[in-house]
T-cell receptor, first 117, second 111 residues
Framework: GNSVTQMEGPVTLSEEAFLTINCTYT??????LFWYVQYPGEGLQLLLK?????DKGSNKGFEATYRKETTSFHLEKGSVQVSDSAVYFC????????????????FGQGTILTVHP | NAGVTQTPKFRVLKTGQSMTLLCAQD?????MYWYRQDPGMGLRLIHY???????AKGEVPDGYNVSRLKKQNFLLGLESAAPSQTSVYFC??????????FGSGTRLTVV
């Protein structure tokens, strides 16, 4: 079955530091890949997505590139802010070999990011 | 505001009690999902629906039932709550299976 593995956290950084959160996946077919962010006490918000190999998703200074050859979708940001403190989830949506999908999302375990001033 | 609304937001149940969680969306999405979030485990799919009148099991369906009698509503039921069902429950709906909207969650504690 499909699976997503994220780097273990928590991750603690100083403001303006460089951020990388690793994500690798196992899937059949051609999944779409996502990064979601969850702020304390809230639901999940889409941060960025990529729907095919070599696509780069970007939003609010965050970037991730869909690497099919390494089955990875690492999240990066050049300069983090205190307001980026949250839990980050990598996820993929299912696709079977025929290209149809029920859109079921498989999530990684989440990475807690804390940014200090 | 358009989106996914979950009720209730918080609930404490005693072991063996039953309850229903309601998810409502006003975006005319066909696909709806129920997930549970537990520490260190991410979100896991309980049940999902690909349209009105249809439901299917996800990764962790035991102890839960669902119904989708109307397109805009997806109900999650616990017939006999157990402490292992203490979790945060999220509902989501999907347009074209690449754009998902999540509710704000229901925090359930079973004592």
């Amino acid at each position: 079955g499909n699976s997503v593995t994220q780097m273990e956290g928590p991750v603690t950084l100083s403001e303006e530091a460089f951020l990388t959160i690793n994500c690798t996946y196992t899937a059949t077919g051609y999944p779409s890949l996502f990064w979601y962010v969850q702020y304390p006490g809230e639901g999940l918000q889409l941060l960025l997505k990529a729907t095919k190999a070599d696509d780069k998703g970007s939003n609010k200074g965050f970037e991730a590139t869909y690497r099919k050859e390494t089955t990875s979708f690492h999240l990066e940001k050049g300069s983090v802010q205190v307001s980026d403190s949250a839990v980050y989830f990598c996820a993929l949506s299912d696709q079977n070999a025929g290209g149809t999908s029920y859109g079921k999302l498989t999530f990684g375990q989440g990475t807690i990011l804390t940014v200090h001033p | 505001n358009a989106g996914v609304t979950q009720t209730p937001k918080f609930r404490v149940l005693k072991t063996g009690q039953s309850m229903t969680l309601l998810c409502a969306q006003d975006m005319n999405h066909e696909y709806m999902y129920w997930y549970r979030q537990d520490p260190g485990m991410g979100l896991r799919l309980i049940h999902y629906s690909v349209g009105e009148g249809t439901t299917a099991k996800g990764e962790v369906p035991d102890g839960y039932n669902v119904s989708r009698l109307k397109k805009q509503n997806f109900l999650l039921g616990l017939e006999s709550a157990a402490p292992s069902q203490t979790s945060v429950y999220f509902c989501a709906s999907s347009l074209l299976r690449v754009r998902y909207t999540f509710g704000s969650g229901t925090r359930l504690t079973v004592v």
